[in-house]
Structure formats: structure tokens, C-alpha cells
């Protein structure tokens, strides 16, 4: 069993979607934590009373650069044995320090279909107002894994959505965002299971 942690600055929504995959139809694996960068993010209530641990390391008022900052992350992780880490909705650009020692074992969400509207200034409603400001046809939400350029990792799964006429980035972001909470499960699920090979910079899933 997989020792899971989730990463999340705000609402958490994903969070939820992956505690209720987890409720439902389970996972080779856990969610044991649940870390926070924002004092009192939503994220933090939702796994109030259902036994999972919670910890928040407020970024803002950091004294630190941002590897130490990170360094104090990951000593998080490795003391409760994490073995995956999920970042749902986690506002913070990661250094080396985190992101090397979870290689291949660090999942995102992002909410576009990478390769494009990824990277630097790509986050939140800024993707949508850029996806309907080029005239797209069609959005939607990748999986990937995490390394050190952002948004660059090897893509795990991805989901469509059609842009529709007269959409705003609010009514397009819905739209993704209810694909989301069906593919990041799926692929916490593919992973924890195994079935999951990362060959160069393609992630291929195996077996049945």
C-alpha cells in the first residue's frame, strides 16, 4: 500500500475527488497527509474527522529561499514515509531540492491539454482567458508527472472538453474541472497499481 500525500493551496476539490475514489472503489495505496502551503485552506477542512494527518507550512512570511523552504517539505514527507506525492491545486513553483528526491513519484494536475498553456504565468483562470483568447476548439486536463521544468513532465492521462460558443474562463473552467476530478483518480489508481512504466519522457500504462 502507497503511502499518498496530497499538496493543495486552496478549496481542495481534487483532494476530494481522490478521497472519494479512495471511499468508493479504492486505491493500491493511501491518503495519509494532506500538506498546505495557506493557513485555513480548504483543503485542510476536508479531511477533518476521517483520520488522515494534516500539516501547514505557511509560505507567506517565509524568512528562507524557496529550496529551503522545500527542504523543510520534503523532511515532512520522508518522516511519514510518503511514498507518492499529488498536487491538487498546489500554488507554488518547486525547486530541485523537492522534486529530485520524488522522481517518478509525483503527480499533477494541470488544467489544460499540455503541451499547451503550460509553464511559467499558466495557472488558474489565466490558462482559460489564454485558451479562449487563441480561438481553441477544445480544452481539457492532463496528468503528469512532476519534474523540474514546469509543466514538462511525462503526460499520464488526459481528458477533453469542447470550448463552447459564449464561453467565459468561469463556465470553461467548470467544464475542465469536473474532468479532472475523473482523471486524476484514474491515474492515481493506474500508479499505485503499477501499471505505470515511464520510459524517456512518455509515461505508458501497462497491463489489463
Do not use: W
Amino acid at each position: 500500500m502507497r503511502r499518498i500525500a496530497v499538496f493543495a493551496s486552496g478549496g481542495g476539490s481534487n483532494l476530494q475527488a481522490l478521497l472519494d475514489a479512495q471511499d468508493r472503489d479504492g486505491f493500491d495505496g493511501r491518503i495519509e497527509l494532506v500538506f498546505s502551503n495557506v493557513i485555513g485552506s480548504g483543503a485542510l477542512d476536508r479531511v477533518k474527522g476521517r483520520g488522515v494527518a494534516t500539516l501547514c507550512l505557511p509560505s507567506r512570511g517565509f524568512e528562507g529561499s524557496r529550496e529551503e523552504y522545500d527542504a523543510q517539505v520534503l523532511a515532512a514527507m520522508e518522516a511519514s514515509g510518503i511514498d507518492l506525492v499529488c498536487l491538487a491545486g498546489y500554488m507554488r513553483i518547486l525547486t530541485p531540492v523537492l522534486v529530485r528526491p520524488f522522481r517518478d513519484r509525483m503527480l499533477n494536475i494541470h488544467p489544460a491539454l499540455l503541451p499547451k498553456y503550460g509553464g511559467a504565468g499558466f495557472y488558474g483562470h489565466h490558462v482559460h482567458e489564454a485558451v479562449l483568447k487563441a480561438g481553441e476548439k477544445e480544452s481539457g486536463a492532463t496528468v503528469h508527472f512532476v519534474v523540474e521544468k514546469t509543466d514538462a513532465g511525462p503526460i499520464l492521462l488526459q481528458g477533453k472538453v469542447p470550448v463552447e460558443p459564449g464561453d467565459t474562463p468561469e463556465s470553461l473552467a467548470a467544464r475542465v474541472l469536473r474532468v479532472e476530478h475523473t482523471i486524476y483518480p484514474e491515474a492515481v489508481r493506474l500508479v499505485c497499481a503499477g501499471r505505470v512504466r515511464i520510459v524517456g519522457d512518455r509515461a505508458e500504462i501497462i497491463g489489463p
